[in-house]
């Protein structure tokens, strides 16, 4: 059962431009998410989070959005840059535990 | 180089063979995570260990298994290697045993022929 799901494979986006990158999540008592960066032959690095008592978290050129109705959060990159090639997964912890729920992962490619 | 280092970083195997893949975690770091990336799919938690002890345990094989050593490096055994077995292995540390804040290491890739 894939509780946090990314279903868009990739995407891709000209330099300058913003990316958007969607995720959704089936368990309502996920109060807390991760988006992970990951480049080809290296681990997932952490990104930006985001706490279910906020709706928008930014830093930098990456603001994360979260609609909890929706159970929908997005990773919205402006202005996208080629340096932001990778591949970009959006992760949960459940309640209890530090374990993470990762979705299947956006290869976003920024064409220059 | 995010302090998490994973040996070997690639491994071809057979079937019915068993493997063990290592991690060393970040200096300072107590916990270790396992995780599974299967073609086309997301990381699938294996198990974490925090300071020697077994901590949480996600969809792990029973042909798999772990341990965390007093120095605190993680070794993730993997036994009666099956073609499907074949994923990028990633290994994660960090500082407590609740933290949100995971450092991952570069995977090793598991080929199963």
């Known amino acids: 059962d894939q509780q946090v799901k990314q279903n868009s494979p990739s995407l891709s986006v000209q330099e300058g431009r913003i990316s958007i990158l969607n995720c959704d999540y089936t368990n309502s008592m996920f109060d807390y998410f991760l988006w992970y960066k990951k480049y080809p032959a290296e681990g997932p690095t952490f990104l930006i989070s985001i706490s279910s008592i906020k709706d928008k978290n930014e830093d930098g050129r990456f603001t994360v959005f979260l609609n909890k109705s929706a159970k929908h959060l997005s990773l919205h990159i402006v202005p996208s840059q080629p340096g932001d090639s990778a591949v970009y997964f959006c992760a949960a912890p459940p309640k209890r535990g530090n374990q993470f729920y990762f979705g299947t992962g956006t290869s976003l490619t920024v064409i220059p | 180089d995010s302090g998490v280092t994973q040996t070997p970083k690639h491994l071809i195997t057979a079937t019915g063979q068993r493997v063990t893949l290592r991690c060393s975690p970040r200096?300072?770091?107590?916990?270790v995570y396992w995780y599974q990336q299967s073609l086309d799919q997301g990381l699938q938690f294996l198990i974490q260990?925090?300071?020697?002890?077994?901590?949480a345990k996600g969809n792990i094989l029973e042909r798999f298994s772990a341990q965390q050593f007093p120095d605190l490096h993680s070794e993730l055994n993997l036994s009666s290697l099956e073609l499907g077995d074949s994923a990028l292995y990633f290994c994660?540390?960090?500082?407590?045993?609740?933290?949100?804040?995971?450092?991952f290491g570069s995977g090793t890739r598991l080929t199963v022929v």
């Open positions: 994660a540390s960090s500082v407590g045993g609740n933290d949100y804040g995971y450092t």
């Open positions: 260990y925090y300071n020697g002890e077994e901590r």
């Open positions: 200096s300072g770091d107590l916990s």
